[in-house]
């Protein structure tokens, strides 16, 4: 492989376990917490008796559908940026093609 494929590949690898080694050298137990959870320690460390103003409508039942569901919708907004960017990509090059049919 090329020099350049092989640092692609070992950057690729690094965004993946860096942040898994800075979480658990601090101290992790393992279990990360969403902003969500984070916002809402915060909150009641400032403001013991805050509530929240709403409630969810619908709570998954467990933490493997709400990641299931993450996931889901992850994938989804990826397919609508990947249509889009081969749409555009498709016509730019379609256009290079095709002669221009206007005199100079």
């Keep these: 492989m090329k020099r350049q494929t092989w640092l692609i590949l070992l950057a690729v690898v690094a965004l993946a376990v860096l942040p898994l080694l800075i ?53 989804l907004g990826a397919g609508v940026l990947g249509y889009y960017f081969g749409l555009v990509r498709g016509r730019s090059q379609a256009r290079k093609r095709t002669p221009d049919s206007a005199p100079h």
Aim: net charge neutral.
């Design 23 to 75: 979480h658990w050298n601090r101290g992790g137990e393992g279990k990360f917490s969403g902003t969500d959870d984070q916002a809402e320690k915060v909150i009641t460390q400032i403001q013991p008796g805050y509530r929240p103003w709403f409630h969810s409508i619908w709570k998954p039942p467990s933490v493997e559908i709400a990641s299931l569901l993450f996931a889901l919708q992850a994938a």
